[in-house]
T-cell receptor, first 116, second 114 residues
Framework: EVQLVESGGGLVQPGGSLRLSCVAS????????MSWVRQAPGKGLEWVAN????????HYVDSVKGRFTISRDNAKNSLFLQINSLRVEDTAVYYC?????????GGQGTLVTVSS | DIVMTQSPDSLAVSLGERATINCKTS????????????LAWYQQKPGQPPKLLIH???TRESGVPDRFSGSGSGTDFALTISSVQAEDVAVYYC??????????FGQGTKLEIK
């Protein structure tokens, strides 16, 4: 069973930064692309970023390019999202997901709130 | 960019009745080399992460009840629940992965019991 535990969210002021983490278990982490997906309060799902198995390819939705950085540590079964220059519109629950083109979610997400 | 449009935005169905949720894409997501439609469906219940129901437009995930089915090709797709149960109350999303490794979701359809 895919288990993903996200952490690192919190309340931050506009312009601030956070580093989100996701620890994976129940599958061979290093064999899969991984993605981050977010959901603003009361809104729909938005794919944010993904990363190839060895970290050699990374892709982002246009709205976060230059501000968000995805990375991974296969030795620690961990996925990260460094989010800088935060905007009010980045307020959302952030989920990590195993990326097989379709997305396998396994955690409750971590809430990022951007507010002054 | 591919635009995903779901309809309706919400629907209310009586227990045991059929529910159909539509998803239209702005361009074909049928890949000619493998004849596969690059579309997935998810169910999201309140306070929970999304759950994958169907990929390749019609391939049901293991453990998903067979009352859920996916159909369609090219630009027009549907998720059908043949006999709605109380536990099916949720928001349903379609997602294209034709643009892989970039992805787009539909805006969601809320299913309620009448």
């Amino acid at each position: 069973e895919v288990q993903l535990v996200e952490s690192g969210g919190g309340l931050v002021q506009p312009g601030g930064s956070l580093r989100l983490s996701c620890v994976a278990s129940g599958f061979t982490f290093s064999s899969y692309w991984m993605s981050w997906v977010r959901q603003a309060p009361g809104k729909g799902l938005e794919w944010v970023a993904n990363i190839k198995q060895d970290g050699s390819e990374k892709h982002y939705v246009d709205s976060v390019k230059g501000r968000f950085t995805i990375s991974r540590d296969n030795a620690k079964n961990s996925l990260f999202l460094q989010i800088n220059s935060l905007r009010v519109e980045d307020t959302a629950v952030y989920y990590c997901a195993r990326d097989e083109m379709w997305l396998i979610h396994g955690g409750q997400g971590t809430l990022v709130t951007v507010s002054s | 960019d591919i635009v995903m449009t779901q309809s309706p935005d919400s629907l209310a169905v009586s227990l045991g009745e059929r529910a159909t949720i539509n998803c239209k894409t702005s361009q074909s997501i049928l890949y000619s080399s493998n004849n596969k439609n690059y579309l997935a469906w998810y169910q999201q219940k309140p306070g929970q992460p999304p759950k994958l129901l169907i990929h390749w437009a019609s391939t049901r995930e293991s453990g998903v009840p067979d009352r859920f089915s996916g159909s369609g090709s090219g630009t027009d797709f549907a998720l059908t629940i043949s006999s709605v149960q109380a536990e099916d109350v949720a928001v349903y999303y379609c997602q294209e992965y034709y643009s892989t490794p970039l992805y787009t979701f539909g805006q969601g359809t809320k299913l309620e019991i009448k």
